[in-house]
């Protein structure tokens, strides 16, 4: 419940109001006030939140301020399929790799087991976000090897094209088993 009233709560605690963008300065005071009322932003604070509730609660998420005017359940819709892929592949090669390089501690004491344990708890103790932001900024920006955007299509898995966008977010989430 916390993080549903912070999420409610941070757009509208920033200055200005979350459709300001829409708003054009030579719109008259009549049509701007239309847009706030098209978004419920006229309606006092605790409306708008028995409102957000029952949105979110109801799968009604309203629509994008971002990417005006698709649902936001389109948006989700679209980005689901590739946000549950990247999920199980990954934990299904992180598992297997996991298991791969147990094996082979377990089986050649010494050196290597050290060298795996630390490597494992030095990555375990770095934040999933920093370390995802350093591979982009490092491959992406930096070596310009991978792209910084976009995604990988679940489609072209048969064909092998495309493959870079999913070389970054692999990364990160393989590091984390």
Known sequence: MFLLILNFLIPRLMPGNPVSRFVNPLMTPQAQHQILEQFGLTKPLYVQFILYLEGVFTGNFGVSFLYYPTPVSTLIAERLPWTLFLTGTATVLSALLGMFLGLIGAWKRGKSDSAMVFSSLA?????????????????????????????????????????????LPYSTTLSFP
Do not use: A, H
């Open 123 to 167: 990555l375990r103790s770095v934040p999933t976000f920093w370390l995802g932001l350093v591979l982009l900024i490092g491959f992406g920006v930096s070596l310009k090897i991978f792209p910084t955007s976009g995604y990988f299509s679940t489609s072209l898995l048969t064909s092998g094209e495309d493959w870079e966008p999913s070389c």
